[in-house]
């Protein structure tokens, strides 16, 4: 069996929505009240809210946000942005593989999961591919060895 997340609610925004949205939000805006504005469920603001901060269209909030919608986890605040140094991104794929958790990675550097997840797909990595290869070499020296 299949489960659509959300199916009751009604989350297709047209531009023009997306945009008063936008204006609410750079006021400062409370989310219930954005809400009330719009003529839609808080549920619906919050799915905008996370898609808008994905795209970087709107500034992460500092507080409130929970305030307002305190079943929605605090990641809906908007993703940590910041760009990774190229030294970073070397330290980043060394610790994924070396199998450590796309999630830990990204607390450690400041960004989201998803960041980290899309470098691994640009970059090719695979998890824990460090600790395979240095399992098949332990291997092939202990056959040398014999």
Same mark, same amino acid.
């Given at each position: ?87 970073? #991104? *070397? ?10 958790? $796309? +999630?830990?990675?990204?607390? /450690?550097?400041?960004? @989201?999961?998803?960041? #980290? *997840? ?10 824990? $591919? +460090?600790?395979?290869?240095? /399992?098949?070499?332990? @291997? ?7």
């Amino acid at each position: 069996m299949s489960h659509v997340a959300l199916i009751e609610f009604d989350l297709l925004f047209s531009d023009e929505e997306v945009e008063a949205f936008r204006r609410f939000w750079d006021m400062g805006t409370d989310v219930k009240k954005i809400a009330k504005k719009m003529h839609r469920h808080e549920i619906e603001i919050g799915a905008l809210i996370l898609d808008q901060a994905e795209l970087g269209h709107i500034e992460p909030r500092t507080e409130g946000l929970q305030e307002s919608l305190p079943y929605l986890p605090k990641l809906i605040q908007g993703p940590k942005r910041r760009r990774l140094l190229p030294t970073e #991104i *070397r330290l980043v794929q060394t610790m994924f593989e070396t199998g450590a958790p $796309a +999630r830990e990675i990204a607390e /450690r550097f400041g960004v @989201t999961t998803e960041h #980290i *997840r899309r470098l691994r797909r640009e970059h090719g990595w695979e998890p824990g $591919a +460090r600790l395979r290869d240095d /399992r098949t070499a332990l @291997t092939s020296e202990a056959v040398d060895a014999m």
